[in-house]
Antibody
Framework: QVQLQESGPGLVKPSQTLSLTCTVS??????????WSWIRQHPGKGLEWIGY???????YYNPSLKSPVTISVDMSKNQFSLQLRSVTAADTAVYYC????????????WGQGTLLTVSS | NVLTQSPGTLSLSPGERATLSCRAS???????LAWYQQKPGQAPRLLIY???SRATGIPDRFSGSGSGTDFTLTISRLEPEDFAVYYC?????????FGQGTRVDIK
């Protein structure tokens, strides 16, 4: 059973860089056949897909995002990470990591989510 | 591809039938549409993928249908644990997008 677990600082100041990590257990990111995504949910709102990274390290981002974003992978730790630069209050949200298959891109496994608050 | 869900809120009693709609602004090819259930404080849970295939462990009271731009999630008989928010998601074209959600409340 694949499990995903997000970790992050909880609180960051405006204009800082946000870094979140997703640790995958019960399966290897390196096994191929899947994309590893970040999704966020603003308080009381719907879901927004941020982007994904493949086992090969290729990343794709939602072009509608306003904040600069980078997703990276660390195979040795079976983790992938999200970096958001120059954050604003609009980046306050619950951030989820999730898995999709490469052929049909529905999200079959999700982390529990981590709340990030941007505030001075 | 913008997904519009209706109604925004559905107030029903346990045992009743729930019909949720998801309409896409562009055709969803290959019926690449999924439905998720989200309860307060929890991550979304996959219910339906490819418009009509139930995910592992999902009870058969949940069913999905539709094609093109119009899709439906039906819950045949609401159980107490089914009161939640439901989202549709298309993965036919990038960027993958979600609808704004339908809340199913206890009447």
């Amino acid at each position: 059973q694949v499990q995903l677990q997000e970790s992050g600082p909880g609180l960051v100041k405006p204009s800082q860089t946000l870094s979140l990590t997703c640790t995958v257990s019960g399966g290897s990111i390196n096994s191929g056949g899947y994309y590893w995504s970040w999704i966020r949910q603003h308080p009381g709102k719907g879901l927004e897909w941020i982007g994904y990274i493949s086992y090969s390290g290729s990343a794709y981002y939602n072009p509608s995002l306003k904040s600069p974003v980078t997703i990276s992978v660390d195979m040795s730790k079976n983790q992938f990470s999200l970096q958001l630069r120059s954050v604003t209050a609009a980046d306050t949200a619950v951030y989820y990591c999730a898995r999709t298959r490469t052929v049909t891109n529905y999200f079959d496994y999700w982390g529990q989510g981590t709340l990030l608050t941007v505030s001075s | 591809n913008v997904l519009t869900q209706s109604p925004g809120t559905l107030s029903l009693s346990p045992g009743e039938r729930a019909t949720l709609s998801c309409r896409a602004s562009q055709s969803v090819s290959s019926s690449y549409l999924a439905w998720y259930q989200q309860k307060p404080g929890q991550a979304p849970r996959l219910l339906i993928y490819d418009a009509s295939s139930r995910a592992t462990g999902i009870p058969d009271r949940f069913s999905g249908s539709g094609s093109g731009t119009d899709f439906t999630l039906t819950i045949s008989r609401l159980e107490p644990e089914d009161f939640a928010v439901y989202y549709c998601q298309q993965y036919s074209s990038s960027p993958w997008t979600f609808g704004q959600g339908t809340r199913v409340d206890i009447k």
